[in-house]
């Protein structure tokens, strides 16, 4: 069994399928990588660094976009990598008026 | 062709064919919800209830989809009968949902709480005609059907990395699959879709279809927008966020893997909307499980494939609900829930065809009449989705 997991080619993150410590050196297919962070299992891992405002890819596709820079080997989460999407918080636009009960 | 696939089931006066064989006894409104659940405990495993919380006090849109949503169940080929019990002063009007299983050929009769004097009556009233139907219907035999006949709901939920890396893509393989014979299967929650549409879009049969698609992904984000909300609070979920998934185009990307890879998009219907079309379907419904399944089935599911990463028991109250995860610890845990374990694709490299295979033959086995687990736990969840305030 692989301890990490690359979906697609052009990802620049891995899915570790066990609980991954810092100093561990991943062969990921050819791409090697020593992680940084305890990565736990489905968690994901960089492969590569990733500058802050690049995307995050995995699948293939972007997954959000990286909030500060991510060293190659660190964990990517909630911390560092961002939702591009429904993000009604920072919509410039009418706000419903449903949002902000007066109740 | 001796070597299709096939599956034993129930041949409706209608044509369409059922899985399963039950008394349905619907209620018009909230009102008229417990009466229901009453008479259906009089034979569980034979009539069973739809109570929910709508019927009154609704306008627009939600009148309409709780109608429609009711008359979809009272014709669903897993039924067999249909009782309808009014209140008496309610907005859902009780004939048109008995006229809906009129139509499909089922025995159908209607009791309201307010003529019959009450409770009790209505209660024993009931019993006695769901009674009457269980026997009737009883005497209906399963015969050999096609594979093209189902309508195979998919659905995930509890999702985690485990979701989108075995369970998720085994069922898109069942799916293809069951498209290849002629079948359809039905894709719903369409907040799981955003980040991934561009994937499902690719794939529709005409570029209107592709269309609606994103016009639909857009309207539930524009929901956020006008909200002036962070869909984040509740996509991903608190679990899938613990789970290692961190957005929504993550969650998307793994969950529209249970559409498959090949099959074509064929249509974009409404929530509960009939699904007509053989090939795949995209259903507007919510993200929340027991109101998308409740949609899907509506549309004309007979059987619902759920993957779960973290272990859910959501059922359904006419179509059976199989469990399948790819995370081996659920699998154990969550024994009593679990229908099917997939996690050798990810601890012991077990191809994804092989788990493929096991999943396309438990839905046959499934619905030639094996209970699933959520069946023998009396999971029966049912909830209408709604988009307004309540008058």
């Known amino acids: 069994m692989n301890s990490a997991l690359v979906i697609s080619g052009r990802d620049n993150v891995a899915t570790a399928l066990e609980m991954l410590e810092p100093g561990r050196a991943l062969d990921l297919g050819g791409r090697h990588v020593v992680v940084r962070d305890r990565i736990p299992p489905g968690h994901k891992v960089a492969i590569e660094s990733i500058a802050s405002g690049q995307a995050v890819l995995k699948y293939g596709s972007a997954i959000g976009t990286a909030v500060s820079d991510i060293a190659a080997g660190a964990h990517v989460h909630v911390h560092n990598l961002a939702s591009s999407r429904g993000r009604g918080d920072l919509h410039q636009g009418p706000v419903h008026p449903l949002a902000e009960p007066d109740v | ?391």
């Open chain 2, 1 to 391: 062709m001796s070597e299709r696939p096939q599956f034993l089931g129930y041949l409706r006066p209608d044509g369409r064919i059922g899985v399963r064989n039950y008394v349905l006894v619907v209620p018009t409104v909230i009102c008229a919800s417990v009466v229901c659940e009453r008479i259906a405990a009089a034979s569980p495993d034979e009539i069973v209830a739809l109570p929910h919380l709508a019927g009154c006090g609704q306008i627009g849109p939600d009148r309409g989809m709780t109608q429609d949503t009711l008359i979809a169940y009272c014709g669903h080929p897993n039924v067999g009968a249909v009782l309808v019990v009014a209140l008496g002063c309610e907005q859902i009007i009780a004939q048109e949902l008995a006229e809906a299983a009129r139509r499909a050929g089922k025995p159908t009769e209607i009791v309201a709480i307010q003529a019959l004097g009450g409770t009790p009556a209505t209660i024993a009233r009931g019993i006695e005609i769901a009674t009457a139907f269980a026997n009737e219907i009883g005497r209906a035999e399963r015969v050999p059907c096609d594979i093209a006949t189902l309508v195979l709901s998919l659905k995930c939920g509890g999702s985690d990395y485990t979701s989108g890396l075995a369970a998720n893509p085994a069922l898109g393989r069942v799916a293809d699959r069951l498209v290849a014979l002629g079948g359809a299967a039905v894709l719903g929650e369409v907040a799981e879709i955003m980040g991934a549409e561009h994937l499902l879009a690719a794939r529709a049969a005409r570029p209107a279809v592709a269309a609606q698609l994103i016009r639909l992904v857009d309207r539930v984000e524009a929901e956020a927008f006008a909200l002036g909300l962070d869909i984040r609070g509740t996509q991903p979920s608190p679990g899938n966020i613990r789970g290692g998934l961190t957005t929504i185009e993550e969650k998307s990307l793994g969950a529209v893997h249970k559409g498959g890879e090949q099959s074509t998009l064929e249509e974009v219907v409404p929530y509960a909307g009939r699904v007509t079309r053989p090939g795949l379907t995209v259903m507007d419904t919510p993200g929340l499980d027991v109101e998308s399944v409740t949609g899907m089935v509506g549309g004309g599911a007979q059987v619902v494939v759920f993957t779960t990463g973290l272990g859910t028991p959501t059922g359904n109250p006419v179509a059976p609900v199989i469990k399948i995860t790819g995370n081996a610890q659920t699998a154990r845990r969550m024994a009593d829930n679990t229908d099917l374990d997939v996690s050798a694709v990810l601890t012991a490299s077990q191809d994804l065809d092989e788990a493929a295979t096991r999943l396309f033959d438990e839905v046959l086995a499934v619905c030639s009449g094996k209970r699933v687990a959520a069946e023998r736990l009396g999971h029966r969840e049912f909830a209408i989705h709604r988009r307004n305030p309540t008058i």
